[in-house]
């Protein structure tokens, strides 16, 4: 396991997963 | 194989001319009860006040009695072991249906012989359930005369088609389980596949109607405050509770006939005289712990939807319900549920050993386990306490300062999303035990799985952190629907990553089924002695919330026993309702057993 194979996908992952999530927060925290 | 056969008929008639007994006599009565409910009518009419009159105003000598029996005892254990029979023979045909389904598709006949020895079980517990419905109708007509016949008043029609539905009931399930080896292969299995559909559609529906007349007596709706039927059947079955009810309980009858049939599995592994019966059992107990699992994992949000609208209907019940004399219960419940989650997950971690490939996840188990015990622990932290003058001093008032906040619902219900996903993250490595992915981005893969988790509990924290504790009432309880909506992204996603991750993948070996300790089948038991526990104490708990009403704010309940019993004393009710359930499951087991052993008496009969 590398920084490259692992660490990468896993960070680019996180925020795409975070940003999904946040999103999903403000459609319901309204209707 | 003829005579065996035709013997099986024969008790499948003997049973039926019962089951018609029964009705017939059911019939008797409710023509005694229509009696009653005309001479009231013309009563009514005189008093010129339409068909139907208000809810009658009784007194204590309005409830007959019988000497050395607790009217209200008699009935609530009547009610509780029907219910819990009920609920089982529901359930079955449920997903037996469903694995039958899945034996024509992978043309597996492993399924097919699932499916029939479940519904095998079922059958006797489906007389028990009539014998007990009967016990149940008329220990309520003999010590609540006037309240059955309120009641049949105004739901006429859903309990007489009621009844007659247990014919369709009868007949579909004789039919589907006396014809399963006849109605085999092609054209003739799709006949008994829509047997079964026919059987399930009966079984839901007296559900329903049962569950409109309980909801009734919780939220009452077409009638005005004084209990007169405006005659609108309808709005009298569709009132605020029926609903909420009706999904929590078609969920959670899944979720124990799976462990119900576990604990046949378990009963049937820990008697098994070959490897291959035991190889056999262990299957059939994975099977019933995942039926089990995956009912009992949306369970919690909707147990948390159904007190919600018990809040939005009444203020009043609701804090009875949950902050009240209530409240205490709810702790054992959590405890309970607590247990359910430990020994499900137990189960799947013990059946790792039947795969060669699962020494990669067995370090993990452990961090699992501490993540699920801490969330258990915070699940079940009180958040008023009983305490002495004394302790309340020490302490400086009711709550803990640090315990107190952990009291509440939304750190109960971040606690409870964290134990499902870690529960869906149990079921991942035991996929994945016996695999071996052979995709080229597998680190990536699992990069994204790790990333999917961690987003996905950081923001169940900060769902039940912020909005628990930092804004107003609306937004902490509106805050467990993103809550639940991220558990369910996190789990959908995770097995479809996982199943891309290993597709074409190779298999470690083979899977030893029966290789698994008889430790994990006493879990299987204990899964399904919590959950008869638990259905025991939340259906007082559902009754009780009515207090002192029969029909909360329609009709009083003055009989002696109109008062709420101490907590100590309700549980050793439910507690000993429970061991005669157990007693009478153990004897459906037995006589499910007993039904395949023969024996040959040597000299005994004439030769030739």
Redesign the interface.
């Known amino acids: 396991?590398t920084i490259k194979?692992?660490?990468?996908?896993?960070?680019l992952?996180?925020v795409?997963?975070?940003v999904?999530?946040?999103l999903?927060?403000l459609a319901?925290?309204n209707q | 194989m003829n005579r065996s056969r035709s013997n099986k008929f024969r008790q499948a008639l003997i049973v039926l001319a019962l089951a018609v007994v029964t009705v017939a006599l059911a019939f008797l009565v409710f023509d005694q009860v229509n009696a009653i409910a005309a001479e009231q009518d013309v009563a009514a009419e005189t008093a010129a006040t339409g068909n139907y009159g208000p809810a009658p105003k009784l007194t204590a000598a309005d409830y007959p009695t019988i000497a050395g029996v607790n009217s209200r005892v008699a009935v609530w254990i009547f009610a509780q072991l029907h219910l819990w029979f009920a609920a089982f023979v529901l359930a079955v045909p449920i997903f037996v249906f469903i694995i039958e389904a899945i034996g024509m598709r992978t043309r597996d006949k492993r399924y097919d012989d699932m499916a029939y020895e479940f519904i095998k079980v079922s059958i006797t517990a489906y007389s028990l359930t009539a014998v007990l419905g009967g016990l149940l109708l008329f220990s309520l007509i003999v010590f609540y005369p006037q309240l059955f016949t309120y009641m049949a008043r105004i739901f006429k029609g859903s309990m007489f088609y009621y009844a007659l539905l247990f014919f369709v009931e009868s007949a579909a399930l004789y039919i589907y389980y006396y014809g399963w080896h006849w109605l085999q292969g092609g054209f003739k299995k799709w006949v008994h596949l829509t047997i079964g559909l026919v059987l399930n559609a009966a079984g839901t529906t007296l559900m329903l109607l049962a569950n409109a007349w309980l909801t009734f007596m919780m939220s009452p709706a077409g009638v005005d405050p004084a209990g007169v039927f405006n005659g609108d059947a309808w709005a009298a079955i569709n009132n605020f509770l029926w609903n909420p009810i009706n999904i929590h309980r078609f969920v959670a009858n899944i979720a124990y006939g799976g462990s119900i049939v576990g604990a046949y599995a378990a009963f049937k592994f820990l008697t098994a005289g070959t490897q291959q019966e035991r190889a056999h059992y262990d299957w059939m107990g994975y099977n019933a712990n995942f039926i089990a699992i995956c009912a009992l994992l949306p369970l919690p949000f909707a147990g948390y939807y159904l007190a919600a609208e018990i809040y939005a209907y009444s203020q009043q019940m609701g804090i009875t319900l949950m902050g009240g004399i209530f409240a205490w219960l709810f702790i054992i419940q959590a405890v309970l549920i607590g247990t359910l989650f430990l020994s499900a997950n137990y189960y799947l971690w013990c059946g790792m050993g039947r795969s060669d490939g699962a020494r990669r996840y067995t370090k993990y188990i452990k961090y699992l386990a501490i993540v699920l015990v801490g969330a258990f622990l915070v699940w079940f932290t009180p958040h008023t306490l009983v305490l002495t003058n004394e302790e309340l001093k020490s302490l400086g008032g009711p709550y803990h300062k640090i315990l107190g906040p952990l009291g509440i619902m939304p750190a109960k219900n971040t606690a409870v999303n964290v134990m499902i996903i870690f529960t869906a993250l149990s079921f991942m490595f035991y996929r994945r035990a016996n695999k071996t992915a052979t995709v080229s981005w597998v680190?990536?893969g699992?990069?994204?799985q790790?990333?999917?988790y961690?987003?996905?509990i950081?923001?169940i924290m900060?769902?039940g952190i912020y909005?628990g504790y930092f804004t107003n009432t609306v937004?902490k309880v509106?805050?467990s629907?993103?809550q639940v909506?991220?558990t369910l992204?996190v789990i959908a996603a995770s097995i479809t990553l996982d199943s891309f991750i290993y597709r074409r993948s190779t298999d470690v070996g083979p899977v030893h089924w029966g290789r698994i300790p008889a430790r994990a089948q006493y879990a299987l038991f204990l899964l399904a002695v919590a959950f008869t526990w638990l259905m025991g104490l939340m259906g007082y708990i559902r009754s009780g919330i009515r207090q002192h009403w029969h029909i909360v704010d329609i009709m009083r309940d003055t009989s002696p026993d109109a008062f709420t019993p101490t907590l100590g004393y309700a549980a050793n009710v439910v507690s000993v309702a429970a061991i005669l359930f157990m007693a009478m499951v153990i004897f459906v087991f037995w006589i499910a057993q007993v039904s395949t052993s023969k024996t040959l008496p040597a000299g005994y009969w004439k030769e030739g």
Do not use: C, K, R
């Open positions: 396991m194979s692992f660490f990468l996908p896993f960070i992952a996180l795409a997963f975070a999904g999530f946040l999903l927060d319901m925290m | 680190n990536a699992n990069a994204i790790v990333a999917l961690t987003a996905g950081a923001n900060f769902l909005h937004y509106a805050a629907i993103p909506l991220t992204v």
